[in-house]
């Protein structure tokens, strides 16, 4: 076993532990912990079991797995700049509409 596959046992078990508790103090929806309880146990999978990887990359008609884990990770980073675009947005218009009434209430003094 290699210095890599020992970071990635090391990394996997502190994402999986790391999802059991935010989920235990119930601070994200069950998507997101479905996604870290994933990457958690893929690392662990995948750094144990390597062929497996490339087994999942050709289901898909890749000629590696790791290509796979690429696209994935993509698409994983795509819709968390979304979430975030999607909160920054809210919290703008919270803004806007706590500043209105502010406005307003001042102008009726």
């Given at each position: 076993?290699?210095?890599?596959?020992?970071f990635?046992i090391?990394?996997?078990?502190?994402?999986f532990?790391?999802a059991?508790d935010?989920a235990?103090?119930?601070?994200?929806?069950?998507l997101h912990?479905l996604v870290f309880?994933?990457?958690?146990?893929?690392l662990?999978?995948?750094?144990?079991?390597p062929n497996?990887l490339?087994?999942l990359?050709?289901l898909?008609?890749?000629?590696?797995g790791?290509?796979l884990l690429?696209y994935?990770?993509?698409?994983?980073?795509?819709?968390?700049v979304l979430?975030?675009?999607r909160?920054?947005?809210?919290?703008?218009?919270?803004?806007?509409r706590l500043?209105?009434?502010?406005a307003?209430?001042?102008a009726?003094?």
């Amino acid at each position: 076993m290699n210095l890599l596959q020992i970071f990635f046992i090391i990394s996997g078990l502190i994402i999986f532990l790391v999802a059991l508790d935010i989920a235990k103090r119930e601070r994200f929806n069950a998507l997101h912990f479905l996604v870290f309880l994933g990457v958690g146990s893929g690392l662990l999978v995948f750094t144990v079991f390597p062929n497996s990887l490339n087994l999942l990359g050709q289901l898909f008609g890749l000629q590696r797995g790791a290509d796979l884990l690429v696209y994935a990770s993509i698409i994983f980073l795509f819709y968390f700049v979304l979430l975030l675009l999607r909160k920054v947005e809210n919290t703008r218009e919270e803004v806007t509409r706590l500043i209105r009434e502010i406005a307003l209430s001042n102008a009726k003094k």
